[in-house]
């Protein structure tokens, strides 16, 4: 019998904490923190005391009357935190029944509702008057469907639970949202790129089907979060489950919205480059790629603020910090910021464009693109060079591109066996080439007979085509070429090259040997005259065999409609 009383003893002193959590909590409204526990202990799962719970809230004040609403309202109030996942830290609660001196006394449950405050009544601490009458549209906002005529009406094995606090029509629902949201973002990515671009075409506009296509990807994606984040509530899950949702809903909503702005940049940069390429400037396909490279950056800095004060980071403190950093940082960037101005200083001084052919610190190629950091060039191996705008900005260019004339100097030997006659007619002839050519500039080109070479008398040919790109110099190169070959075949006069000739003389008899003729000292002195001032021999000037053909005059009568073709 001892021992059947000591074993009761025993069971009571176990079991007694047990019953007493199944038994209604102690109401006690003296302190804001006891307030709230009273509330919410007395509505947790399996241990619902609706009718304590409901013991700290301002009914009279509020005008609710009746047990059973007051009881509803308290347990749509909860509802209403675990949703929005609004988790009460009682610890961060005063424990006191003195009211602060900030915000009128009153104190915010949580800051994620801070419609929902406690203010004194008397000595009791309770839920204010003010926040009891805006629990119906807070309840009505959280949750647009009321599912509680539905989850009556589910079967008992819908009500299993398979996870902590999650029955399987929780889980089932979740799967179900999940799946919906997907296609709600599938379709519309799809409808939203094919109405954008039927609407950019009926503006007479061209864009990129696949950029258009991943700008509204992103879109589909803020829809899809928009849609998870309504779908959500209605499950009904806790307050720490919806609290992590809503943080990776509120994530993902604001960092899509950020990447369609985003997305919007490379749309409108197509457009424009589109639009740049139809014009002759080139300053407006070198602006493009900067305006978009600028635009992103912003939209990249501005949506990072966005998404940090969504998810109700201290912004303001978090610069004020990183502005400690401003010296090191600015150290640190300083090739950065070179780069930058030397970006600035390129599109003001303007020393070439994009597609222009230079050469810059040793480096030939094709400019391809005007960075913010860098300019790249595409060599004639087909590597790409990006060379710091700080660089280029100091360097010295030299831009072929910008040449209106394009300069072509070559040396023609003709053999020493030339007569005078056929080398005036010679050089005659290929002024009357050039002359004939109309991609060769006519008012500066020198066609001279200019030296006695070694092994060649030497013709200086020296002029400029009139042409827009490299292919089209060498194509007019070469039919001046040609037709120099077809001038020295009429002419019957040949193009040296280096020799060496080898003179053997025998040794014959005395008798046998020609004697070489000798002009007398009067037949030297006659010829010295002659071609002295107004000697008969002398001319002055060059006998032109069809005239000069010097450049700046005018084409001969003789010039036929043959000067009009390629030469």
């Excluded at 009718?51 to 609403?69: K, M, P, T």
């Excluded at 509802?79 to 900030?102: H, K, M, N, Q, S």
């Excluded at 457009?271 to 990249?300: G, N, S």
């Excluded at 020296?462 to 110099?473: K, L, Q």
């Amino acid at each position: 019998m001892p021992h059947t009383r000591a074993a009761g003893l025993l069971l009571a002193l176990v079991l007694g904490p047990l019953v007493a959590r199944a038994s209604a909590q102690d109401v006690d409204c003296s302190t804001p923190r006891r307030a709230v526990a009273t509330w919410l202990d007395n509505l947790q799962e399996g241990q619902e005391h609706p009718g304590a719970a409901a013991s700290c809230f301002a009914w009279r004040a509020a005008g609710v009357r009746g047990a059973e609403l007051r009881e509803r309202r308290a347990r749509q109030l909860k509802r209403i935190f675990d949703a929005r996942g609004a988790y009460v830290d009682l610890e961060a609660l005063p424990d006191t029944a003195a009211p602060p001196e900030e915000n009128d006394g009153r104190i915010v449950i949580a800051q994620r509702l801070p419609e929902i405050v406690l203010a004194k009544a008397g000595s009791e601490w309770k839920v204010s008057g003010e926040s009891v009458r805006a629990i119906p549209g807070l309840y009505a906002d959280a949750f647009d469907e009321d599912v509680e005529a539905l989850l009556d009406a589910l079967p008992d094995w819908a009500k299993v639970a398979v996870l902590p606090g999650v029955e399987l029509w929780q889980l089932l629902g979740l799967l179900l949202a999940l799946a919906l949201g997907w296609m709600i973002r599938a379709l519309l990515a799809a409808l939203v790129a094919n109405y954008v671009g039927g609407l950019i075409q009926r503006a007479g506009l061209a864009v990129d089907v696949g950029i258009l296509a991943t700008a509204a990807k992103p879109f589909g994606t803020l829809v899809f979060a928009l849609f998870v984040g309504w779908a959500l509530p209605l499950l009904r899950f806790g307050v720490r489950f919806n609290q992590v949702v809503d943080i990776a809903v509120q994530l993902l909503a604001t960092s899509m919205a950020v990447l369609v702005v985003y997305r919007l940049v490379d749309v409108g940069s197509d457009i424009f480059a589109r639009r740049a390429a139809e014009t002759e400037t080139k300053l407006d396909d070198q602006l493009v790629p900067l305006v978009r490279k600028t635009t992103k950056v912003f939209v990249f800095v501005v949506g990072l603020i966005f998404v940090l004060q969504n998810l109700e980071v201290d912004v303001a403190s978090l610069l004020a910090g990183a502005s400690l950093g401003g010296l090191a940082f600015t150290l640190a960037a300083q090739d950065t910021v070179a780069n930058l101005f030397g970006s600035l200083s390129i599109f003001a001084d303007q020393p070439f464009q994009v597609g222009d052919w230079v050469v810059i610190d040793g480096n030939e190629g094709i400019v391809e693109e005007v960075g913010m950091r860098s300019t790249r060039i595409r060599t004639f191996y087909n590597s790409v060079i990006s060379l710091p705008n700080r660089t280029v900005a100091n360097a010295a260019v030299d831009n072929y591109g910008r040449r209106e004339y394009r300069r072509c100097m070559v040396t023609l030997g003709l053999t020493y066996d030339t007569t005078p006659e056929q080398m005036q007619a010679f050089v005659e002839g290929i002024r009357a080439i050039l002359k004939a050519n109309p991609h060769v500039r006519q008012d500066a080109y020198e066609v001279h007979f200019r030296n006695f070479g070694d092994s060649a008398l030497e013709v200086l040919l020296y002029f400029f085509f009139r042409v827009e790109s490299w292919t089209a110099e060498l194509r007019e190169r070469q039919n001046v070429f040609l037709e120099i070959i077809r001038l020295a075949e009429r002419l019957k006069v040949r193009f040296a090259y280096p020799t060496q000739t080898l003179h053997v003389e025998s040794v014959a008899p005395p008798g046998d040997v020609p004697e070489f003729p000798r002009p007398s000292r009067e037949e030297r002195a006659e010829a010295v005259r002659g071609f002295g001032p107004g000697g008969a021999l002398a001319t002055v000037s060059t006998p032109w065999v069809a005239g000069g053909l010097w450049p700046g005059e005018p084409a001969p009568d003789w010039a036929d409609e043959a000067g009009d073709g390629e030469g």
